[in-house]
């Protein structure tokens, strides 16, 4: 192999979905090294999960940083509509513009109306520096 | 970082998701400078859709070129089945070899059956030169 691009990846679920609504990471990848101009960074990611009791909806939300309090990437949530007891697949694209070194990335889930956990089951976020 | 992928992207809306089932343009990427020989080139896409009234299915589509009436690709159209007024994570990934320089790429939807917009909340489209 001549020449590598800068990636990072994992399938190591960082946490449980809870019995509630809160918004919960799920992977974490970083930190990155990223080259200080307006590099581009793409992610992959996806997720099979059971959807919890009273859940109607499943959101997913890209951060930057390793908690819920990273800047979201992307223009709004992405939500999907489901019913309780189903086992879905959801998976996504996205890119972000960083004019940083160093940062790590996140992957949360939302499980709205969830009154009882829902159980991750699978998946991977992976981010690649174009 | 030695080398890099040349790449384009864009998270930018072109057009809103209309009332009726008329093929729309709703990512276009800037032009993606190929190398002239038979380069591949890696696409990617993602969206998140809230179903309009009497929608029941998407239909999605990737055109060379910044409209609908470039060529398209793949071997017939990516339709998934819907339920009106839900929400859909829908992305996928397809290869291009066009062996041109200099080309556009336009993600296009259709919402068969639809008579009252769809909402697309967000999504992307990417493509790089493997």
């Given at each position: 192999?001549?020449?590598?691009?800068?990636?990072?990846?994992?399938?190591?679920?960082?946490?449980?979905?809870?019995?509630?609504?809160?918004?919960?990471?799920?992977?974490?990848?970083?930190p990155?090294?990223?080259?200080?101009?307006?590099?581009?960074?793409?992610?992959?990611?996806?997720?099979?999960?059971?959807?919890?009791?009273?859940?109607?909806?499943?959101?997913?939300?890209?951060?930057?940083?390793?908690?819920?309090?990273?800047?979201?990437?992307?223009?709004?949530?992405?939500?999907?509509?489901?019913?309780?007891?189903?086992?879905?697949?959801?998976?996504?694209?996205?890119?972000?513009?960083?004019?940083?070194?160093?940062?790590?990335?996140?992957?949360?889930?939302?499980q709205?109306?969830?009154?009882?956990?829902?159980?991750v089951?699978?998946?991977t976020?992976?981010?690649?520096?174009? | 970082?030695?080398?890099?992928?040349?790449?384009?992207?864009?998270?930018?809306i072109?057009?809103l998701?209309?009332?009726?089932?008329?093929?729309t343009?709703?990512?276009?990427?800037?032009?993606?400078?190929?190398?002239?020989?038979?380069?591949?080139v890696?696409?990617?896409?993602?969206t998140?859709?809230?179903?309009?009234?009497?929608?029941?299915?998407?239909?999605?589509?990737?055109?060379?070129?910044?409209t609908?009436?470039?060529?398209?690709i793949?071997?017939?159209?990516?339709?998934?089945?819907?339920?009106?007024?839900?929400t859909?994570?829908?992305?996928?990934?397809?290869?291009d070899?066009p062996?041109?320089?200099?080309?556009?790429?336009?993600?296009?939807?259709?919402?068969?059956?639809?008579?009252?917009?769809?909402?697309?909340?967000?999504?992307?489209?990417?493509?790089?030169?493997?």
């Open positions: 192999m001549g020449v590598r691009f800068g990636t990072l990846s994992t399938k190591v679920a960082q946490n449980a979905l809870p019995a509630n609504a809160t918004e919960t990471v799920i992977y974490i990848v970083g990155m090294i990223l080259a200080t101009d307006s590099v581009a960074v793409l992610f992959h990611w996806f997720i099979t999960l059971v959807v919890g009791t009273g859940t109607t909806v499943i959101a997913v939300r890209m951060r930057r940083g390793t908690t819920t309090a990273g800047g979201l990437i992307g223009a709004s949530n992405w939500s999907q509509t489901v019913a309780a007891g189903q086992t879905i697949c959801m998976a996504g694209v996205y890119f972000d513009v960083f004019f940083a070194s160093v940062t790590s990335y996140c992957l949360t889930v939302t709205t109306g969830a009154s009882g956990a829902g159980t089951q699978d998946g976020l992976a981010a690649f520096i174009l | 970082m030695g080398v890099r992928f040349a790449s384009e992207f864009s998270n930018t072109a057009n998701l209309p009332s009726s089932a008329t093929n343009a709703i990512y276009i990427t800037p032009p993606l400078t190929l190398a002239a020989d038979n380069a591949q890696y696409i990617a896409w993602f998140c859709i809230v179903t309009g009234t009497g929608t029941t299915s998407l239909v999605f589509q990737i055109y060379r070129f910044a609908i009436s470039g060529l398209k793949g071997a017939q159209s990516w339709a998934q089945t819907v339920v009106a007024g839900n859909y994570l829908v992305s996928g990934s397809y290869i070899q062996g041109a320089a200099d080309l556009y790429y336009t993600l296009a939807v259709i919402q068969n059956g639809v008579s009252a917009a769809g909402t697309l909340s967000d999504g992307c489209l990417l493509a790089f030169v493997l």
